[in-house]
């Protein structure tokens, strides 16, 4: 995931995902039959660890103003 957000999607290859990984190429594409899929099940991820984060700060927090707040520095 942070190869993606720090170099972008179309950026990195398959080959530097493998590298970074420490996974044999095979197991990647057993569980990813191609980037398309690994990049789809990263942004399902990452979308759900953004709601869940952003859900956490308004339940944690009572006044709306302060839920922006907080839902901002989150991100």
């Known amino acids: ?16 995902i493998i590298e970074e990984a420490k ?3 095979a197991t990647l594409y057993r ?3 191609a980037k398309d899929h ?3 099940a990263y942004l399902q991820d990452r979308h ?4 869940h984060s952003g859900q ?4 944690a927090t ?6 922006v707040r907080v839902i901002v520095e989150r991100l």
């Open 23 to 25: 996974v044999a190429k």
């Open 1 to 16: 995931g942070g190869l993606f957000y720090s170099e972008g999607i179309r950026a990195v290859g398959i080959d530097r």
């Open 38 to 40: 690994l990049v789809a």
């Open 31 to 33: 569980h990813f039959p």
């Open 62 to 67: 009572a006044a709306q103003r302060d839920q």
């Open 56 to 59: 956490e700060a308004v339940d």
């Open 48 to 51: 759900e660890r953004v709601g």
